[in-house]
C-alpha cells in the first residue's frame, strides 16, 4: 500500500507545478499582493520556498511542536496548520488549505505505521476497525473529491469564516472533554492512593503479627509434643482393627458392589455431556461453519486482502477522476474541457460508481452481521452490529465530513472520531481508527489539490517533514511520558489551547486582509467560477 501511495504522488508530482489562477488573488504590483508573494501575470504567486523567510523559519518549528501534540493525542491539527500558513507563511487561504492536507496525511501515515501491527485489547483481531471505515471511507472520498473541485469558487473570507466557526466548536468541545478527563484521572489517582495506604497498612499488620509468632514455642518442642501424640494414637489405632477386622471385611464387599452400580451412571453423565456438545456444534451448518471460520481468518491477519483492495481502490478511483476531470492549470488525461458535457457525464460517473461502492460495502457488512449473530461470535462491548439505517447514516455522516475536508482542510477525524465514540467503540480503537481514514483522505486530497494547481509541492513536501518528525517524537515519547504519568488531560488541554490561538489568528488575518484588498479593489464577495 505504501509503494502505491507513493507511486501516485510522484506520478502527480511529474504532471505540473503551477498554481491555479482561480485559486489566486488578482493584482496589478506586487503592492496588492501578500508579503512573501509577488505579481506575475496580473496574479499573485507566493516565493519558492528556497530561501526561507526567518517567519518561515518559526512558523516550521511550531508546526512541528504541533504534529508532537497532535500525534500524540491522536489528532490530525489541520485547523492548527492552516492558521500559521496564514499567519507566517503568508499563503492565501485556498493554497493554506491544500498544503494543511499533505502535513496532516504525513503525520497521520506515520502514527498508523507504528501502530498497524497492533492488537485488539481483548479480541484476536487488529486494532483499527477495518469494517467501520469500508462504510465510511467510500462516501468520505465523494464529499472529498467534490470538496476539492468547489473550493478554488470559494471567496477567501468565507473560508476563514466557515473556520472560524469551526475552530470556536473544536476549541470548546476540547476544554470540556479536558477538563472531564482531568476529573476521572484525578479520581483514579486518588483511587490508587487510597489502595496503596490500604495495602501499606496491611504489611505493618503482618509484620506486627510475625513479630508475635517470634513468642510461640519452638519448632523442636512443637515436634516432640507431636511425635507423643503421634504414638499414642497408632496404639490405640491397632486395637481398634484388631477388634473390628471381620466387621470391615464385610463392609468393603458392600462397598465394592454399590460402587460397581454407580460407575455406569458415572459414564452415562459424561456422555450426556459430550452429545449436548456435539449436538451444539451440529446446529451449525457446514456452510455457515466456513464463512465464520472466514471470518476469523482474517481477523488474525494484519489487513486482510479484502480490505486493502477496496482502501487501494477507492483511493484510485478518487485520482482517477481528478485526471479524467482536468483542472484550470493541467488538462485533462482525456482532452475533456472544463464544464463541458464530457466533464459532466465524469462527475457523474464518479458519483455513481462511489454509491455504488458504498451499496456494496452495506450489503456486506449486514450480511456480515447476519452470519457471526446466527454463528454465536463473540462480539466485543462496542463492535457495531450493522443494519441498514446505521449504514445510511455512515454513508450521510462520511459525505458531509469529506465535503469539509475539501473546502476547509479540516482532518476528518473530527467527526469520525466523534461518530465512532458516539457508538460506543473503545477510545484506542477509535483513535487509531480515525489516524487511517486521515490518512487516506488526507492523502486522496493532497493528490486532487495538486492536480488542479492550487499546491507547492515543494513546500508540501517541507511541511510533511516537519510533520513526519514531530508524529515520530510525539508518539514514541511525548505519549509515552503523558501515559505514564496518567495524564492524558495534559494533551488535550496543550491542542485546546492551540485552538483558541487560532481562533485568534484566522480571523484577525481574514480582516486584516479584507480590508487590505478594499483599499486596493481587489476584494471579491461573491463565489468564482471553477471553470
Not at 292 to 299: A, H, Q, T, W
Not at 340 to 363: A, D, E, K, N, T
Request: proline fraction near 2%; glycine fraction near 8%; charged fraction near 20%.
Amino acid at each position: 500500500m505504501v509503494n502505491i501511495l507513493l507511486l501516485s504522488f510522484l506520478l502527480s508530482c511529474a504532471l505540473g507545478d503551477g498554481v491555479s489562477s482561480v485559486s489566486s488573488e488578482k493584482c496589478k504590483i506586487d503592492g496588492d499582493c501578500l508579503p512573501y508573494n509577488t505579481c506575475h501575470n496580473e496574479i499573485c504567486v507566493h516565493k519558492e520556498i528556497f530561501q526561507l523567510e526567518s517567519l518561515e523559519w518559526v512558523g516550521s518549528v511550531i508546526l512541528l511542536i504541533i504534529s508532537m501534540i497532535a500525534n500524540a493525542g491522536g489528532v490530525g491539527g489541520s485547523v492548527i496548520c492552516t492558521s500559521l500558513l496564514l499567519l507566517l507563511f503568508y499563503f492565501n487561504p485556498h493554497q493554506a488549505v491544500a498544503l494543511t492536507q499533505g502535513y496532516i496525511f504525513a503525520g497521520s501515515f506515520t502514527s498508523v505505521a507504528l501502530k498497524i501491527k497492533d492488537r485488539h485489547p481483548t479480541r484476536n483481531r487488529p486494532l483499527i476497525y477495518y469494517d467501520a471505515l469500508m462504510q465510511l471511507c467510500s462516501p468520505l472520498l465523494l464529499g472529498v473529491s467534490i470538496g476539492v473541485m468547489v473550493n478554488p469558487g470559494f471567496p477567501g473570507w468565507l473560508i476563514l469564516a466557515m473556520l472560524t466557526l469551526v475552530v470556536l466548536y473544536l476549541g470548546i468541545n476540547g476544554f470540556i472533554k479536558a477538563a472531564n478527563l482531568y476529573k476521572i484521572e484525578s479520581q483514579t489517582k486518588a483511587l490508587k492512593k487510597k489502595q496503596d495506604a490500604e495495602k501499606e497498612q496491611e504489611q505493618e499488620i503482618n509484620k506486627v503479627t510475625k513479630e508475635e509468632f517470634k513468642h510461640q514455642p519452638s519448632e523442636s518442642e512443637v515436634n516432640l509434643k507431636f511425635d507423643e501424640i503421634e504414638n499414642n494414637f497408632e496404639g490405640n489405632h491397632k486395637k481398634f482393627n484388631q477388634k473390628n477386622s471381620t466387621d470391615n471385611g464385610k463392609n468393603s464387599l458392600d462397598d465394592a458392589s454399590e460402587n460397581q452400580e454407580e460407575i455406569p451412571e458415572v459414564i452415562d453423565n459424561k456422555e450426556c455431556i459430550d452429545n449436548q456438545k456435539t449436538i451444539e456444534y451440529k446446529d451449525l451448518s457446514k456452510e455457515l461453519q466456513n464463512k465464520i471460520n472466514e471470518i476469523y481468518k482474517s481477523e488474525e491477519k494484519v489487513i486482510s486482502v479484502f480490505h486493502l483492495i477496496y482502501f487501494v481502490l477507492l483511493a484510485l478511483f478518487s485520482i482517477l477522476f481528478a485526471l479524467l476531470k482536468g483542472s484550470s492549470s493541467y488538462k485533462s488525461i482525456v482532452g475533456i474541457s472544463s464544464c463541458s458535457v464530457g466533464f459532466g457525464m465524469i462527475i457523474i460517473g464518479y458519483v455513481v460508481s462511489m454509491l455504488l461502492l458504498s451499496l456494496y460495502s452495506s450489503i456486506y457488512l449486514v450480511r456480515k452481521t447476519k452470519i457471526c449473530e446466527s454463528a454465536n461470535y463473540n462480539f466485543e462491548v462496542g463492535d457495531i452490529h450493522w443494519h441498514p439505517k446505521k449504514c445510511i447514516i455512515f454513508i450521510i455522516a462520511g459525505f458531509i465530513t469529506g465535503i469539509l475536508v475539501g473546502i476547509l482542510g479540516l482532518g476528518a477525524g473530527y467527526i469520525i472520531g466523534s461518530v465512532f465514540l458516539f457508538l460506543k467503540v473503545r477510545p484506542e480503537i477509535t483513535t487509531t481508527s480515525t489516524s487511517f481514514s486521515i490518512a487516506i483522505t488526507s492523502f486522496t486530497a493532497m493528490i486532487q489539490f495538486f492536480i488542479e494547481g492550487i499546491i507547492d509541492w515543494k513546500y508540501a513536501l517541507w511541511l510533511m517533514g516537519a510533520s513526519i518528525l514531530g508524529a515520530l517524537v510525539g508518539i514514541l515519547v511525548l505519549r509515552k511520558q503523558v501515559v505514564k504519568r496518567g495524564r492524558s488531560s495534559i494533551l488535550i488541554y496543550g491542542f485546546s489551547a492551540i485552538l483558541a490561538g487560532s481562533f485568534i489568528i484566522i480571523p484577525t488575518v481574514g480582516i486584516i486582509n479584507t480590508l487590505k484588498q478594499v483599499d486596493k479593489g481587489t476584494f471579491v464577495i461573491g463565489f468564482k467560477s471553477i471553470c
